[in-house]
């Protein structure tokens, strides 16, 4: 089977088509529980719209629990960097179906307001009245986490407490008011699969971190690097390190156990094939300002390998990385050099200043082992800091143009990786577009997350 026919069957129409259909399909399962058997006599069309809008509202978030991104069979479809934007963009519309719900059924009939009262049903006022005020706060600190300056850690358990809540008093809501859920099949059948979507909260809070428990790594090096980066370099303390794909990566966890609200996501910079583990961090945030402060000795665990951001065996690489972004690109190319890989690679690597280029001196001494062209862009030249003569390099920024002049003879024959400031990954995916690659060829990694 030629490369060409393994890249469509990664990324296609019909898969995304395939995903979509079973989304709505899963969407509509427990509306369809309430449907199927004896009903009651229908009501106005906008009661029974209100009330189909809570069903299929509760169906979404509970499918949000799928969608996190720690799944190994989904990952691989659209590429985690997908996942995540599908993720976000789906919690936004189960919001809008959430809330659409009683507002729908009160200037329907306002006695659905006295499900919000208190003399009527304490419980019931107390549960409804915290959903809303929840959904509000899950919404609005997934999008403005960085306004509120909330550390990872803090957001993301309380975004998994938010979101376990919230369906929780959904399905209790549901089962309570009985409308259409009066058989207690039906009751044990919703309970059954929104419980199920639930745990798959708990199994990666609490089940991957018990499996995980025996196969602690430790730290051998922190190596300071370019542009205030950090390496850390991990050995597993028995057993063989994890086997993982250039350009996937792995959650981080740096502690004594591996039960822990610190978890976080880095791109693997090492060579898939060498016999220890390294990961390289900027300066940027709450964890990563700690890299260098990280003991030799330190406990790591690490769960993964996840992502598709990674080669085909027969497809050539146009890489467009900048700053941080290159650390995929540089498991990549090493794995390439230890391989003593025949294909070919083009390197875009945006940086601000020459002096911080990470890891230039290896990148040229890779460009000896492989067929490697690097074209170095540097935004900010001075006049006192020109780009030595040996170097093939562009000043500004990356730009169509620029993607134009650098695209190789045969296009078609290569896959293109795109990792970097956010910016410069729009740019790029626009331009390389407009230019006619293939999106099935185009590949993007963000960590918007941390």
């Known amino acids: 089977m030629g490369a060409d026919n393994r890249i469509e069957m990664r990324y296609s129409y019909r898969r995304g088509f395939s995903w979509l259909l079973l989304f709505t399909v899963l969407a509509l399962v427990p509306l369809g529980i309430a449907l199927v058997g004896p009903i009651p006599a229908a009501r106005s069309f906008w009661i029974e719209l209100g009330v189909a809008l809570g069903f299929i509202a509760l169906a979404i978030f509970g499918l949000q629990f799928l969608f996190s991104g720690r799944f190994h069979w989904i990952a691989p479809t659209f590429g985690m960097d997908n996942i995540i934007h599908f993720h976000r963009k789906m919690g936004i519309i189960a919001f809008f179906f959430i809330l659409a719900h009683p507002i729908i059924l009160i200037l329907a009939d306002t006695e659905f307001l006295l499900y919000f009262d208190p003399r009527v049903n304490l419980l019931r006022a107390i549960a409804l009245s915290y959903v809303s005020v929840a959904l509000i706060g899950i919404t609005v600190t997934s999008i403005w986490r960085m306004a509120f300056k909330l550390s990872y850690e803090k957001w993301r358990l309380l975004h998994g407490f938010l979101s376990l809540s919230i369906v929780f008093v959904g399905v209790v809501h549901s089962i309570q008011v009985s409308h259409y859920m009066d058989p207690l099949w039906k009751k044990i059948a919703l309970a059954a699969l929104m419980g199920a979507c639930m745990y798959l909260v708990l199994h990666t809070r609490l089940v991957r971190p018990w499996l995980n428990r025996k196969k602690p790594y430790r730290v051998t090096k922190v190596n300071d690097e370019r542009d205030e980066c950090w390496t850390l370099t991990l050995k597993p303390e028995s057993g063989r390190k994890m086997a993982f794909k250039p350009g996937q990566f792995a959650w981080i966890t740096v502690n004594e156990s591996p039960f822990s609200l610190q978890q976080h996501p880095f791109s693997f910079a090492s060579s898939a094939r060498a016999e220890t583990i390294s990961f390289t961090a900027k300066e940027s945030g709450d964890f990563t300002s700690t890299f260098k402060e990280i003991p030799v000795g330190a406990k790591v665990y690490l769960e993964g390998p996840f992502g598709s951001f990674t080669p085909e065996p027969d497809s050539h690489l146009f890489l467009v990385m900048g700053g941080i972004g290159i650390t995929p690109g540089m498991s990549m190319l090493r794995t390439m050099r230890d391989d003593k890989d025949p294909r070919k690679a083009i390197l875009l690597y945006?940086?601000?200043?020459?002096?911080?280029?990470?890891?230039?001196?290896?990148?040229?001494?890779?460009?000896?082992?492989?067929?490697?062209?690097?074209?170095?862009?540097?935004?900010?030249?001075?006049?006192?800091?020109?780009?030595?003569?040996?170097?093939?390099?562009?000043?500004?920024?990356?730009?169509?143009?620029?993607?134009?002049?650098?695209?190789?003879?045969?296009?078609?024959?290569?896959?293109?990786?795109?990792?970097?400031?956010?910016?410069?990954?729009?740019?790029?995916?626009?331009?390389?577009?407009?230019?006619?690659?293939?999106?099935?060829?185009?590949?993007?990694?963000?960590?918007?997350?941390?």
């Open 350 to 450: 945006a940086s601000k200043k020459w002096k911080d280029v990470t890891f230039r001196e290896e990148l040229t001494e890779i460009s000896k082992e492989i067929d490697l062209r690097i074209i170095h862009v540097i935004e900010d030249v001075p006049d006192e800091e020109e780009l030595p003569e040996d170097v093939d390099g562009e000043g500004g920024r990356i730009d169509e143009e620029m993607l134009a002049k650098y695209l190789p003879e045969h296009p078609e024959k290569y896959m293109y990786f795109i990792c970097g400031p956010g910016p410069l990954m729009d740019v790029v995916e626009i331009g390389l577009n407009n230019l006619g690659i293939d999106w099935r060829r185009i590949y993007s990694e963000r960590f918007e997350i941390v």
